[in-house]
């Protein structure tokens, strides 16, 4: 079955540890991005990737690092240096733009992410 | 002010209500939007997508667009107890980024 893994589906971290979420897809998809979902606003864009080896800053990255090196693997660690990190990360790709219209994201089941 | 705004609610309807649904946003680049229903702890799914103003139609769900107005709206026909769910709005200029509309919590009771 094709579709997008997100591994773990709940996590505990300490203050002051990194910790790396886990996204894999077999969709054969360039694009791939991360969100992160608070109560009652939505789905904020953390990082995204059009290609391997690139990808770009979204609207609140801060705290957060990506890595692309290979086509179906997205991770995105999250940083002691980001201040709030207690919520629920959605992974998605998509295959890209076809004829400048943007593709459907498929998402994938997330990851709750707990700070103690 | 956020470029998409959608009523949080949360909206409780009885079963078989016709449920309407609505964002309004202000990039005028916006050209593509997208409805997206998402169950509790899940990712969400795409229900409707359209990229030009007017109706689009799908079973008891349809989509309309005005941009002229900057105003999008998701009609629900017959709602059914699993209609419930969290409903998102999102939107592109095209270059592969969506932003999102805040989400509203939805509970069709039977």
């Known amino acids: 079955d094709g579709g997008i893994t997100q591994s773990p589906k709940y996590l505990f971290r300490k203050e002051g540890q990194n910790v790396t979420l886990s996204c894999e897809q077999n969709l054969n998809h360039d694009a791939m991005y991360w969100y992160r979902q608070d109560p009652g606003q939505g789905l904020r864009l953390i990082y995204y990737s059009q290609i391997v080896n690139d990808f770009q800053k979204g609207d609140i990255a801060e705290g957060y690092s990506v890595s692309r090196e290979k086509k179906e693997s997205f991770p995105l660690t999250v940083t002691s240096a980001q201040k709030n990190p207690t919520a629920f990360y959605l992974c998605?790709?998509?295959?890209?733009?076809?004829?400048?219209?943007?593709?459907?994201?498929?998402f994938g089941p997330g990851t709750r992410l707990t700070v103690l | 002010q956020k470029e998409v705004e959608q009523d949080p609610g949360p909206l409780s309807v009885p079963e078989g209500a016709i449920v309407s649904l609505n964002c309004t946003y202000s990039n005028s680049a916006f050209q593509y939007f997208m409805w997206y229903r998402q169950y509790s702890r899940k990712g969400p799914e795409l229900l409707m997508y359209?990229?030009?103003?007017g109706n689009k139609e799908d079973g008891r769900f349809t989509a309309q667009v005005d941009k002229s107005s900057k105003y999008i709206s998701l009609f629900i026909r017959d709602s059914q107890p699993s209609d419930s769910a969290t409903y998102l709005c999102a939107m592109s200029a095209g270059l592969g980024k969506l932003i999102f509309g805040q989400g509203t919590e939805l509970s069709v009771k039977p």
């Open positions: 359209t990229y030009s103003s």
């Open positions: 998605a790709s998509s295959s890209g733009l076809a004829g400048g219209k943007p593709n459907e994201q498929f």
